[in-house]
Structure formats: structure tokens, C-alpha cells
């Protein structure tokens, strides 16, 4: 049988972080627009058009002794904020290395864009929440 004081020391090693890895991730909003040169006329994606964006990030690490976290969700917000600002109400194909500014590569650039603030960063994910679509960049 388990005494009151087996569950409450258990119990206290059950739940502290440190020496754990988790995973944790914050998303910030922002609208920009953009067109896909090179498609015919008359196809929808060839006209300049804006989406409501989400951009989120996700860093992974071990709890280190009396820190209590992987990272601080006001710096993470911070960083996502900046590299969010550097799209918001802008045309994206004029951003360099966004010429063609597909889901995919707007991960990829802003994974660039993030990684030296979060050097704990493991994924980076833009979506079109409107259109109900998502990608995902696995670093």
C-alpha cells in the first residue's frame, strides 16, 4: 500500500521539468499579398491576392536546473513578432528570396530569418487558416 508520503514525493519527481525535453511553440498573425508569376492567363493565382497568414514557431531543448522551461514564451513571441513584421501588409514577392512565394519557401525564409534569435528552433509552420491549408518545415 502507498502511503500519503510515497504519493507527494512521486508525485513532486513526476512533475519537474528539469533534465526534459519538451517542445514548445507560439504563433503570432500577419496579412501580406502576393502572386504566382508564370501561370497562364486567366488563372487565379497569377493576379496579386492577400491571405491572412499564421506563423509558427517551435523550439525544443532540455529544462536545465532552476530555469523551469526551454524558452521564454516572451522571447519566442519577440522573435516571432519581428520576423512577422518583416512581412505584414508588404507584396511578398518583392522580399528577396521570396520572388516566389509559395508556402514553402515562406517557411524556409523565415526559418532563416528566426534561427540566429532561436537556436533551439525545430520547426517552422505558415498557414492560410481561410483556405485550410498548412506546411511545415521540419529542421
Not at 15 to 20: H, I, M, N, V, Y
Amino acid at each position: 500500500m502507498t502511503t500519503q508520503t510515497d504519493q507527494t514525493s512521486t508525485s513532486a519527481a513526476a512533475t519537474s521539468p528539469e533534465g526534459r525535453v519538451f517542445a514548445i511553440s507560439k504563433s503570432v498573425n500577419f496579412e501580406a499579398a502576393h502572386h504566382m508569376g508564370g501561370k497562364p492567363e486567366g488563372h487565379p493565382y497569377r493576379n496579386v491576392h492577400g491571405h491572412s497568414f499564421v506563423l509558427e514557431a517551435t523550439v525544443a531543448g532540455t529544462v536545465k536546473p532552476g530555469e523551469q522551461w526551454v524558452e521564454d514564451f516572451s522571447h519566442l513571441t519577440a522573435c516571432l513578432q519581428a520576423t512577422a513584421a518583416k512581412l505584414d501588409h508588404k507584396l511578398l514577392n518583392d522580399i528577396e528570396g521570396l520572388e516566389v512565394p509559395t508556402l514553402e519557401r515562406i517557411c524556409l525564409w523565415a526559418a532563416a530569418d528566426l534561427k540566429e534569435g532561436l537556436p533551439g528552433l525545430t520547426k517552422v509552420a505558415i498557414s492560410r487558416p481561410s483556405l485550410n491549408e498548412r506546411c511545415e518545415l521540419v529542421l
